[in-house]
């Protein structure tokens, strides 16, 4: 496991690095106060390298335990649960926007993978669903749709 690791981190730290030496190249065009169109490559290539040094790291670390981690057991019906909900909240997402609809959506999921308590619950989902909402407003430029609420998130 330990060289698989070096081997794909070197290999996928040759492709980051080629995918950096290509953003680096995208044009710039002058839009106004709107992120550029190389914002979301650049943003993929710092992900892209920080995980494949992360793994790099990894395989370079002693080892502690050459047993493979065990996959959670997880129920095949909260598969399927979590397929529906999904689908229930992409069919709400154009009317109530995607603050509205990413609550129960995010509620759902807390709930169905073992979160019982209801301010957790709660707060989770609200506290979630906004902060996604605001990063892409402030953070990315990107206006997400407000739905129901836009008279109370603008």
Known sequence: MRRRNLIAAVFLLAIGIGYTVLTANLPTRDIGSTTQPSFFPWVVAVL?????AALLIQGLRPATSNAAPEA????????????????VYLAALPTLGFVAANIPFFLALMYLYGERRPL???????????????L?????????PSGILSGVIG
């Not at 892209?48 to 494949?52: T, Y």
């Not at 959670?72 to 909900?85: E, F, M, R, S």
């Not at 619950?121 to 909402?133: C, P």
């Open 48 to 52: 892209f390298l920080v995980l494949s």
């Open 72 to 87: 959670p057991d997880v129920a095949p019906h909260k598969y399927l649960w979590g397929g529906v909900a999904f689908v």
């Open 120 to 134: 957790w619950l709660l707060g989770g989902s609200i506290g979630i669903s906004l902060a996604l909402f605001y």
């Open 136 to 144: 892409f407003r402030g953070v990315f430029l990107i206006l997400l």
